[in-house]
């Protein structure tokens, strides 16, 4: 598997799976109508932002990241990331690849910590990779998130000091 930078070219690949996992309602917290060219704009971020893809010998999207700081001012300091996986492709690492990469990328950009302000409660393999990268649940917004099985559940801030 190879890490990239994101291009255009890489959207036609990304929507389907970003779009089954928004339509789905059950780990971000985007509008579940979110279109395809709106959702472009808010995934493809500005540097020093980046958005990288996840990518098999053969060239097929396999899972995106988008990497950015979690705040602007005296908390630039701090970053985050968000991940989407193809669900073709869940179980096969792609996941913990990008994550790691992200932490990576956070440490070498000078970043002190990283922290996710949303980890849905439900999502437990997501809580279980992030904590077994070093992440830690440091608070709990009970019932920030309506999710469509299980009703209200609580939204994790996650965070691991670089």
């Known amino acids: 598997m190879l890490i990239r930078e ?5 959207w036609p ?14 780990t971000l917290t985007y509008p579940l109508d979110l279109g395809k060219e709106e959702a472009q704009g808010w995934w493809y971020v500005a540097a020093p932002s980046r958005v990288v893809v996840a990518v098999d010998d053969a060239g097929t999207v396999l899972g995106t990241a988008k990497m950015n700081r979690n705040h602007m001012g005296n908390g630039s300091h701090v970053a985050s990331a968000t991940y989407m ?3 073709a492709h869940s179980g096969k690492g792609v996941g913990r690849a990008l994550c790691e990469y992200s932490v990576d990328w956070a440490r070498t ?7 996710f302000n949303a980890v849905v409660e439900t999502n437990t393999r997501a809580v279980k990779l992030y904590e077994s990268i070093g992440f830690e649940v ?19 801030i996650m965070h691991k000091a670089l």
Do not use: C, K
């Open 6 to 10: 994101a291009t255009t070219e890489d």
């Open 13 to 26: 690949a990304m929507w389907p799976f970003f779009h089954t996992i928004i339509a789905a309602g059950e």
């Open 85 to 87: 996986v193809d669900p």
């Open 109 to 115: 950009s000078g970043y002190r910590a990283m922290q």
């Open 138 to 156: 440091i608070g709990t917004l009970p019932e920030g998130f309506n999710h469509p099985t299980e009703g209200y559940v609580g939204l994790h």
